[in-house]
C-alpha cells in the first residue's frame, strides 16, 4: 500500500514518526515525578487566579441596567450570596483535592497501592503476573479511595451549601445510597468494561476510544435509570405542544419522558438522548413546576436546534479524534520504565509496565492538554449554543414561510419562539440564583454557555434581523 494512502497516512506514517521523536521517554531517566507535581501546582495557581477574578463581581449591588427589570433586588442580592459561597467552597474543594493528589503522588500512593493490590489479588487465587486482574484491584481500590476522600466534600455542598440556599432535595438516605449505587456500578459494570479495555489494548495496542463509546451508549439507558425515575409526560397541553414541535422537526421522538430531578435538587434542565432513529427528550419535574408550558417549548426547541445541526456528535468526533491523538502519544510512554520507576514503582513492576498504570501515569503527566482542550470545547460549545438560540429563534418565521404568511406566526397569541426563550433563560437565572456579573476569562475557561446578557444580546440581534426581513419582504409583495 502507497504511504501517500490517507489511511496509511493515519494509521502507520504519522504515528510512527511521533514515536519516533518521542523514542527518548521510553528510556530517558527525567524527573516525571517532579514534573507532574509543578504542573499540576501551576493549574491549580491559575485556576486560583480566576477564582480570584471572578470573585468581586459577587460584590456588586445591582443587575446590569438591561436585566435589571428581570430581577427583584431581593433575589439578586441572594444570588450574590450564592454565588460567592460557591467561589468559596470552588477555592476550598481546589485546594483539598490538590493536597490529596500531592501526597498520593509525593509518598508513592500509586506504587503502595499496586502493591497492595497485587497481595489482594494473590489472596483471591490470582498470580502476580495476571495482569489484568492486577490491574482490575487497584483500579478498584482507586475508585474506593477516591470516593471515601470525596464524601466530606460532597456532605458538605449537598447538605450545607446547597440546603442554605433551598436547593437540596436530598435526604441522607439518599445520599449514602447513591455512593453504595455508585460503587455497586463500579463492580458490575465498571470492571468488566476495564477488563475488555485491557484485553482490547494488549491485544491491538490500540485505544480507549471503544470505552468512551460505550459509555456515551448505556449512561442514559442503563446508568442514569439507578439515581433518577424517567416517567411518561402525562398526557396535556405540554405534551401536545412538544409532540407537535417535534413531529413538524421530523424529530424521531419516541419517548418523551419526565424525570424526578426534584428527589435531589431544586435546579432545572432538558435534554434528549438516543440512537439516531430513536430518540428521547427528558424533561426535569423541577423545569415543569417553575416554568409556563410556552417557555418549556421554547427551551425544547433549543435543545432540537442542537440535533438539527448534529451538534451532539460533532462533540463526540471532536473528542474522539482529541483522544485519537493523544493516544498516539500514548505507546512511548507505555513502554517507559523511568516512568514508572520516578513514581515509586519497583523495577520488576516497571519492566512490565502495566498499561492501566502507564495510561494513569500518562495522564498526569499531559494533564495540561486536557485542560486546554477542555477550553477548546467550551468554545464550540458556546457557539453552538448560539446556534441552537438561532434556531429556536428562527422557528416563528419558518412556521409562516411554511404557511405562505410574511410575518412569523406566533400562534394562539403566545410571544414568539424566540421571546419566550429569552423568558425562559431568564426565568431560570433568577430561579437558580445564577450569577449575570461573570468575569471574561472565568467564562473562558470554565463556561460551557454563554453568559445571559450574552445570549439575550445575540437574540436580539435575530430578532430584529427576522423583523426587517419581513418588513422588506412585505415591502416587496407590496
Request: net charge neutral; hydrophobic share 45%.
Amino acid at each position: 500500500m502507497s504511504p501517500a494512502n490517507p489511511v496509511h497516512l493515519v494509521q502507520h506514517t504519522i504515528p510512527d514518526l511521533i514515536h519516533s521523536k518521542l523514542a527518548f521517554i521510553a528510556t530517558a531517566p527525567l524527573p516525571w515525578k517532579e514534573i507532574v507535581l509543578a504542573v499540576l501546582w501551576a493549574v491549580w495557581g491559575f485556576e486560583n487566579y480566576i477564582l480570584y477574578r471572578q470573585f468581586p463581581n459577587y460584590a456588586k449591588p445591582k443587575p446590569p441596567p438591561e436585566l435589571a427589570a428581570f430581577f427583584p433586588d431581593d433575589t439578586f442580592q441572594q444570588g450574590q450570596k450564592y454565588g460567592a459561597s460557591k467561589a468559596k467552597f470552588s477555592a476550598f474543594s481546589l485546594l483539598y483535592n490538590q493536597v490529596f493528589e500531592t501526597a498520593l503522588i509525593a509518598f508513592d500512593g500509586y506504587a503502595r497501592s499496586w502493591n497492595a493490590a497485587t497481595t489482594l489479588a494473590s489472596r483471591l487465587g490470582y498470580s502476580s503476573d495476571n495482569e489484568i486482574a492486577v490491574s482490575l484491584v487497584w483500579a478498584m481500590l482507586f475508585i474506593v479511595t477516591e470516593q471515601i476522600c470525596d464524601i466530606p466534600i460532597s456532605y458538605y455542598e449537598t447538605f450545607v451549601l446547597e440546603e442554605k440556599y433551598g436547593f437540596n432535595k436530598t435526604t441522607k438516605g439518599l445520599f449514602v445510597a447513591d455512593i453504595l449505587q455508585t460503587f455497586a456500578f463500579g463492580a458490575v459494570i465498571g470492571l468488566p468494561l476495564r477488563a475488555a479495555l485491557l484485553w482490547i489494548v494488549k491485544w491491538a495496542e490500540s485505544s480507549f476510544i471503544a470505552f468512551e463509546l460505550i459509555i456515551v451508549i448505556i449512561f442514559p439507558l442503563l446508568i442514569q435509570p439507578l439515581f433518577n425515575k424517567l416517567s411518561p409526560l402525562p398526557e396535556g397541553t405540554l405534551r401536545t405542544r412538544v409532540e407537535a414541535l417535534a413531529g413538524s422537526l421530523n424529530f424521531p421522538l419516541k419517548h418523551l419522558y419526565v424525570m424526578d430531578g426534584s428527589k435531589r435538587s431544586s435546579h432545572s434542565n432538558a435534554y434528549f438522548y438516543g440512537l439516531p432513529w430513536s430518540k428521547h427528550i427528558v424533561i426535569f419535574d423541577t423545569l415543569i413546576e417553575k416554568t409556563s408550558e410556552e417557555q418549556v417549548e421554547a427551551i425544547v426547541a433549543h435543545e432540537l436546534g442542537h440535533w438539527t445541526y448534529s451538534h451532539p456528535f460533532k462533540m463526540i468526533v471532536v473528542s474522539q479524534l482529541y483522544l485519537a491523538a493523544i493516544l498516539c502519544v500514548f505507546p512511548p510512554f507505555m513502554r517507559s520504565s523511568p516512568l514508572l520507576r520516578s513514581f515509586g514503582f519497583s523495577a520488576q513492576v516497571a519492566a512490565k509496565s502495566p498499561i492501566l498504570v502507564a495510561f494513569t501515569l500518562f495522564q498526569l503527566v499531559q494533564g495540561p492538554l486536557d485542560a486546554m482542550f477542555r477550553v477548546g470545547i467550551n468554545a464550540l460549545s458556546r457557539r453552538f449554543e448560539y446556534q441552537a438560540d438561532r434556531f429556536a429563534c428562527e422557528l416563528d418565521a419558518k412556521a409562516a414561510k411554511e404557511e405562505g404568511h410574511t410575518q412569523p406566526c406566533d400562534g394562539d397569541g403566545d410571544a414568539s419562539m424566540g421571546e419566550r426563550l429569552s423568558q425562559a433563560l431568564i426565568s431560570s437565572h433568577v430561579g437558580n440564583l445564577l450569577t449575570v456579573w461573570v468575569d471574561w476569562l472565568f467564562s473562558t475557561w470554565h463556561h460551557s454557555h454563554p453568559t445571559l446578557t450574552e445570549r439575550l444580546k445575540a437574540m436580539e440581534i435575530i430578532r430584529k434581523e427576522s423583523r426587517d426581513k419581513a418588513v422588506s419582504q412585505g415591502k416587496k409583495e407590496l
